[in-house]
């Protein structure tokens, strides 16, 4: 009975002691649960702490890459562009004939340029290989006084005539005016065919059989693209870009110009839209003009005798690639190509067809617009745009 008892107590002080380890054990064991989530904590928090500065930094050398690459890429659209290999071609061949003074000498070309003054001077180095192949002396060309402009300069007043005449001395033979005598005799008028090639110009010689003077009432023929031989197109290259030297009072001004216009920030693009009211009556470009706009043009059209094409289809010539870019497309193109919104723009033309209302999208896109850079040169105020407002220009844009 004693043994039982002593037995039992003894149980009993064991399992006490048992239950008295499992505590232990489980404090220990919670203890150590909550240490590891704790160092669990600290590791995801340090971690992400880490991580955190890796991806800046990541992000940083992305963004310092981009600006680079930015840097790099609109560096490149201030560039000259890349020549592709091609280079200047005006020296002569072994096989071309300088011409003697003294040919051409009894028969004559006289010209009058149409058009803007880009075109006036294609047309002139058109007539200078005219004359050429048709052994003609040629007569200064008299300069457009009819068209849209009303301009009233001559070609000394644009051009350095003795430059002109002195560097073509051995192509062609130059003469500032009609000989007296010859001033009024018959002479033949002849519109010469655009795009016409060596064979027909040839063929033309044959006039001088009947007359000493040939008149030549448009001087756009348009030889650039017709096969004719090398030294000819040599020829056109010389006249254009060597004798055709603009005036000493335009080289100044000129010069002046653009120091002014860099003077602002140094880079800027001079954007010619081809947007006047004229271009738009002359293509019969409409698209984007309101019902009004359009009529407008077209009664220009009407009314203007020397264009000869009165009803032209909008959406076609437009579809064709005649018309040209307003000014929303000519913004979202410059967005393309890459230039930032804070490029400096000059528009260089004369007044945009609708003015603000359709220059709003590339105002937007472009603030930096500076409009009427040189609505003096171009004027529209009866005013020659290239002479007789030089002072006038010179004052209002250069003081």
Same mark, same amino acid.
């Given at each position: 009975?004693?043994?039982?008892?002593?037995?039992?107590?003894?149980?009993?002080?064991?399992?006490? *002691?048992?239950?008295?380890?499992?505590?232990?054990?489980?404090?220990?064991?919670?203890?150590?649960?909550?240490?590891?989530?704790?160092?669990?904590?600290?590791?995801?928090?340090?971690?992400? /702490?880490?991580?955190?500065?890796?991806?800046?930094?990541?992000? /940083?050398?992305?963004?310092?890459?981009?600006?680079?690459?930015?840097?790099?890429?609109?560096?490149?659209?201030?560039?000259?562009?890349?020549?592709?290999?091609?280079?200047?071609?005006?020296?002569?061949?072994?096989?071309?004939?300088?011409?003697?003074?003294?040919?051409?000498?009894?028969?004559?070309? #006289?010209?009058?340029?149409?058009?803007?003054?880009?075109?006036?001077?294609?047309?002139?180095?058109?007539?200078?290989?005219?004359?050429?192949?048709?052994?003609?002396?040629?007569?200064?060309?008299?300069?457009? *006084?009819?068209?849209?402009?009303?301009?009233?300069?001559?070609?000394?007043?644009?051009?350095?005539?003795?430059?002109?005449?002195?560097?073509?001395?051995?192509?062609?033979?130059?003469?500032?005016?009609?000989?007296?005598?010859?001033?009024?005799?018959?002479?033949?008028?002849?519109?010469?065919?655009?795009?016409?090639?060596?064979?027909?110009?040839?063929?033309?010689?044959?006039?001088?059989?009947?007359?000493?003077?040939?008149?030549?009432?448009?001087?756009?023929?348009?030889?650039?693209?017709?096969?004719?031989?090398?030294?000819?197109?040599?020829?056109?290259?010389?006249?254009?870009y060597h004798a055709l030297r603009f005036s000493a009072p335009i080289e100044s001004l000129g010069k002046k110009l653009v120091e002014r216009l860099r003077s602002h920030r140094g880079r800027y693009i001079a954007l010619h839209l081809r947007y006047e009211k004229d271009m738009l009556a002359f293509t019969g470009c409409t698209y984007g003009l309101t019902?009004?706009?359009?009529?407008?043009?077209?009664?220009?059209? *009407?009314?203007?005798?020397?264009? *000869?094409?009165?009803?032209?289809?909008?959406?076609?010539?437009?579809?064709?690639?005649?018309?040209?870019?307003?000014?929303?497309?000519?913004?979202?193109?410059?967005?393309?190509?890459?230039?930032?919104?804070?490029?400096?723009?000059?528009?260089?033309?004369?007044?945009?067809?609708?003015?603000?209302?359709?220059?709003?999208?590339?105002?937007?896109?472009?603030?930096?617009?500076?409009?009427?850079?040189?609505?003096?040169?171009?004027?529209?105020?009866?005013?020659?745009?290239?002479?007789?407002?030089?002072?006038?220009? #010179?004052?209002?844009?250069?003081?």
């Open positions: 009975m004693v043994k039982y008892r002593g037995s039992s107590l003894m149980r009993t002080s064991s399992t006490t *002691k048992f239950l008295s380890r499992m505590k232990s054990l489980k404090k220990i064991a919670l203890h150590v649960v909550v240490l590891l989530a704790f160092s669990i904590l600290v590791f995801v928090f340090k971690t992400q /702490s880490i991580l955190e500065e890796v991806l800046l930094l990541s992000r /940083s050398q992305e963004s310092e890459s981009e600006s680079q690459h930015l840097q790099a890429s609109v560096g490149k659209l201030w560039d000259a562009p890349f020549s592709n290999g091609l280079h200047p071609c005006i020296k002569l061949s072994a096989k071309y004939e300088v011409m003697p003074s003294a040919l051409g000498s009894n028969r004559f070309l #006289t010209v009058r340029s149409n058009g803007g003054l880009n075109q006036m001077r294609a047309g002139i180095s058109d007539m200078v290989a005219v004359a050429h192949i048709m052994n003609a002396t040629l007569v200064i060309p008299q300069m457009d *006084k009819r068209s849209f402009w009303q301009d009233s300069s001559t070609f000394s007043d644009i051009f350095d005539e003795l430059h002109f005449i002195t560097t073509l001395q051995g192509d062609v033979r130059i003469v500032k005016e009609l000989p007296k005598d010859l001033e009024s005799i018959p002479r033949v008028r002849k519109h010469f065919t655009s795009w016409s090639g060596m064979g027909y110009y040839k063929e033309m010689t044959q006039l001088w059989k009947d007359y000493q003077v040939i008149h030549v009432p448009k001087s756009d023929s348009r030889l650039a693209n017709n096969d004719l031989p090398p030294d000819i197109q040599r020829l056109r290259c010389r006249a254009m019902d009004s706009e359009s009529e407008e043009l077209r009664i220009m059209r *009407k009314n203007t005798n020397h264009w *000869k094409v009165k009803q032209i289809n909008s959406t076609e010539q437009r579809r064709g690639g005649f018309c040209p870019l307003t000014p929303k497309e000519a913004a979202i193109f410059l967005q393309a190509l890459g230039y930032p919104p804070s490029t400096l723009i000059y528009i260089a033309a004369g007044d945009i067809y609708g003015g603000d209302a359709h220059l709003l999208e590339l105002m937007s896109r472009f603030p930096n617009l500076v409009l009427k850079v040189d609505q003096f040169v171009y004027g529209s105020m009866g005013v020659s745009k290239y002479s007789n407002v030089l002072k006038s220009t #010179t004052r209002c844009l250069l003081s």
